[in-house]
């Protein structure tokens, strides 16, 4: 069985929002990792290679 870590992405989207929603987001996610765009770049760049470059070496 997998392990499952909660995690959110970095974003300034929390300044955005209304006062009580916004306490409720970051006390929701305050003890989760954050993700850097980074990270999110890493896992685009895998995601792609897996699908076009993998794939696209099979024949039939």
Avoid at 44 to 52: A, D, K, M, P, T
Wanted: zero cysteines; glycine letters at 4%; hydrophobic letters at 40%.
């Amino acid at each position: 069985m997998r392990a499952r870590i909660a995690r959110t992405v970095a974003t300034e989207l929390v300044s955005h929002i209304r006062d009580g929603l916004r306490e409720n987001v970051i006390r929701q996610t305050e003890s989760m990792e954050r993700l850097r765009s980074e990270d999110m770049a890493e896992v685009v760049s895998f995601i792609v290679h897996e699908i076009l470059v993998q794939a696209g070496g099979q024949t039939r």
